[in-house]
């Protein structure tokens, strides 16, 4: 990738991005927990978008991906920031899709919130809200009370993957199950049922916690966590592509 940007927030961070111009509403991706804007979906999205026309932002969070920052520092709101920062910096005014991927599904929730009427679709893929209450021992959530780091195998890569304190107290401050979610745009959940990270009743249940009245859930049997088969983005893009009032403007 030789098109990165990088938008400087008031406090110095340096976020970067990629941004394809167009008609709105437009399409902003965001990755997954230790996840950038490499990816095979978020560069699928992108390739499509610019295809098309349309719209779209890519980024990377502090402390992840092209963003320099220490991940250590990074959580769930911290990343917030960042996304509404740079929505406000590259598509002032557009109506915005936020498409978001495993964490990213839960950000997308609390970005989507902070839009407004601007807010004219979502697109969970794998989406996993509130992962640091179900997705956490009661042992170490023992451990992040009291400071500490947990690590945990990482079946993607061969270094483990860390959980940090201060991410994990953000997370239990900004869960989104415990209650009614006030977004009414028509929202698209995609997961598939073979997913070993996000099992797939916790998209089920985030359907009924929304508010909005068009919500579909679509399931994919032989679908795992990754969600990044060709027949897997290609759903992906379909989606997109038919979600209620997002044609060009």
């Not at 990482?154 to 270094?159: D, F, K, L, V």
């Amino acid at each position: 990738m030789n098109d990165i940007l990088f938008h400087d927030m008031p406090d110095g961070r340096k976020i970067a991005c990629r941004f394809t111009a167009g008609p709105g509403p437009a399409l902003v991706f965001l990755p997954g927990y230790m996840s950038d804007m490499a990816g095979g979906k978020a560069t699928a999205v992108f390739d499509w978008a610019r295809d098309q026309g349309r719209a779209c932002l890519l980024l990377d969070y502090s402390g992840c991906g092209e963003s320099p920052g220490s991940f250590a520092d990074g959580t769930l709101s911290r990343w917030r920031e960042e996304v509404l920062a740079l929505i406000d910096a590259y598509l002032p005014q557009q109506p915005v899709v936020l498409i978001g991927s495993s964490m990213g599904g839960w950000l997308m929730l609390l970005v989507g919130r902070m839009l407004g009427n601007r807010l004219a679709g979502l697109v969970g893929i794998a989406a996993a809200p509130d992962f640091t209450r179900w997705g956490t021992t009661e042992a170490d959530k023992a451990r992040l009370a009291a400071g500490e780091t947990v690590y945990e195998d990482n079946p993607y890569g061969p270094e483990p993957t860390p959980t940090h304190a201060g991410f994990w107290q953000d997370g239990e401050q900004s869960l989104q199950l415990e209650s009614d979610i006030p977004i009414t745009c028509p929202v698209r959940l995609l997961h598939g049922q073979n997913d070993a990270d996000v099992p797939w009743h916790i998209a089920l249940r985030l359907a009924e916690r929304l508010r909005s009245p068009d919500v579909q859930v679509i399931l994919v049997k032989d679908g795992e966590h990754r969600f990044s088969r060709e027949s897997d983005i290609d759903l992906m893009l379909r989606t997109i592509a038919a979600l209620p009032g997002t044609a060009r403007t």
